[in-house]
Structure formats: structure tokens, C-alpha cells
């Protein structure tokens, strides 16, 4: 039975994911979220909450994780009308620094 609920939340983590991806590209009208990008969503296994992890370069994460959270209800309410699920987990978002922190060992090793 643990093995079908993780198996179900994977498959609802990823549905999640893109949809906000999709929802990032064609619904949001605010330029300093074109940079986004959805890395990750690990939702409860309840359903009720999800961290959506994003990156975006080092020196905007801050104001743009304002503006996500500020705009969670709305990514809520279409994610609620798109996936097909009894409950629509509240969304976190949170910055992921590991795809920087990647770029930046791929300079400091091409400098070598």
C-alpha cells in the first residue's frame, strides 16, 4: 500500500509541476517571473500542502519568491480548475540553489 501512495504522489507531484510551468509561461503577465523555473514539487502525503522549488538567478530570488507566495492563491485556485484531485494542496514555493551552484562549478572547472 506505501509503495502505490508514494507511486500516487510522484505522479500528482509531477502533474503539479507542470501545470505550473505551464501556468508560469502563458498566465502570468509580470516580466520578473519569465525567468522561473520549476524544479521540483513535493507535495504531503495528505495532499494539503506542496513546496514547489524553483530557481532563478541569484541576484532576483528574493523578490521573486515574494511575488510566488503572493500569487499562491491564484497558482491554487488554477491548478484547482486544471488537476483533477478531491483537495488542491496549498502551494510554498521555495528557492533552489543547487542548479546554480552546478553552473558554478561547471565555470570554476572549465577555468581549470
Known amino acids: 500500500m506505501a ?9 500528482i507531484n509531477e ?6 510551468v505551464t501556468l508560469l509561461k502563458n ?8 525567468s522561473v523555473v520549476i524544479t521540483d514539487v513535493l507535495t504531503s502525503r495528505d495532499l494539503s ?3 514547489v522549488y524553483y530557481t532563478v538567478t541569484e541576484q532576483e530570488h528574493k523578490e521573486v519568491e515574494v511575488l510566488l507566495n503572493k500569487a499562491a492563491g491564484f497558482f491554487r485556485s488554477r491548478l484547482s480548475k486544471t488537476i483533477d484531485l478531491r483537495h488542491t494542496p496549498a502551494l510554498r514555493f521555495i528557492f533552489d540553489p543547487a542548479p ?13
Not at 3 to 11: A, G, L, P
Not at 27 to 34: G, N, Q, V, Y
Open 3 to 11: 509503495q502505490q501512495d508514494s507511486f500516487r504522489i510522484e505522479r
Open 15 to 20: 502533474l503539479v509541476r507542470r501545470e505550473l
Open 27 to 34: 498566465e502570468t503577465k509580470d516580466p520578473r517571473l519569465s
Open 49 to 51: 500542502a506542496a513546496k
Open 100 to 112: 546554480n551552484t552546478g553552473a558554478r562549478i561547471d565555470d570554476l572547472l572549465s577555468k581549470l
